[in-house]
T-cell receptor, first 116, second 114 residues
Framework: EPEVTQTPSHQVTQMGQEVILRCVPI?????FYWYRQILGQKVEFLVS????????KSEIFDDQFSVERPDGSNFTLKIRSTKLEDSAMYFC??????????????FGDGTRLSIL | SQKIEQNSEALNIQEGKTATLTCNYT??????LQWYRQDPGRGPVFLLL?????KEKRKERLKVTFDTTLKQSLFHITASQPADSATYLC?????????????FGTGTLLAVQP
């Protein structure tokens, strides 16, 4: 069964450094998402992406964050200047054509980001 | 803002029994509701989706109900097995533009004892 893959599985970065988290969504999916989960807390929506542009973003997704689909397969999340509070598990997800507005989302196993 | 509450305590049940997990929400009703399973260190895995005009959905040993009057969804696992032990997340979805963002609850940790 096709799956969403994320790399790296664990990223350790010094505060203030830039980090790029990578995702390969399921190949025929058109909608892409990033969520994050701080340890022991709920999964939180960051951003959704469709047709090569951001369709919605949360308050968490400030100017330090950006997303990109550099080619036909990868989907990346960049944090320009990391802060301690950015430490979390970051999940990428993808879904098929909306058709009525509700589709299951398929999640990767996440990248654990640790900011020192 | 929308608030979602799931069983606050972990749920411990005996193998073979039915597990019932609760998801309550405040404010405006979602267009649909999804249930996911999450194992430690893994991403959420989709289980079931129910729409606002549906009362009940089933898939094998799983059943979900959706009551927009009570603002509640119940998730049932019948004939539970130790392998069902995991955290179960409910997630609310709303129609609106080219997005399908989900708002997650905090999850309920289910432990099925052999």
């Amino acid at each position: 069964e096709p799956e969403v893959t994320q790399t790296p599985s664990h990223q350790v970065t010094q505060m203030g450094q830039e980090v790029i988290l990578r995702c390969v969504p399921i190949s025929n999916h058109l909608y892409f998402y990033w969520y994050r989960q701080i340890l022991g807390q709920k999964v939180e929506f960051l951003v959704s992406f469709y047709n090569n542009e951001i369709s919605e973003k949360s308050e968490i997704f400030d100017d330090q964050f950006s997303v990109e689909r550099p080619d036909g397969s990868n989907f990346t999340l960049k944090i320009r200047s990391t802060k301690l509070e950015d430490s979390a598990m970051y999940f990428c997800a993808s879904s098929e054509e909306l058709l009525g507005g509700n589709q299951p989302q398929h999640f990767g196993d996440g990248t654990r980001l640790s900011i020192l | 803002s929308q608030k979602i509450e799931q069983n606050s305590e972990a749920l411990n049940i005996q193998e073979g029994k039915t597990a019932t997990l609760t998801c309550n929400y405040t404010n405006y009703s979602p267009a649909y509701l999804q249930w996911y399973r999450q194992d430690p260190g893994r991403g959420p895995v989709f289980l079931l989706l129910i729409r606002e005009n549906e009362k009940e959905k089933r898939k094998e040993r799983l059943k979900v109900t959706f009551d927009t009057t009570l603002k509640q969804s119940l998730f049932h696992i019948t004939a539970s097995q130790p392998a069902d032990s995991a955290t179960y997340l409910c997630a609310l979805g709303y129609y609106g533009g080219a997005t399908n963002k989900l708002i997650f609850g905090t999850g309920t940790l289910l432990a099925v004892q052999p």
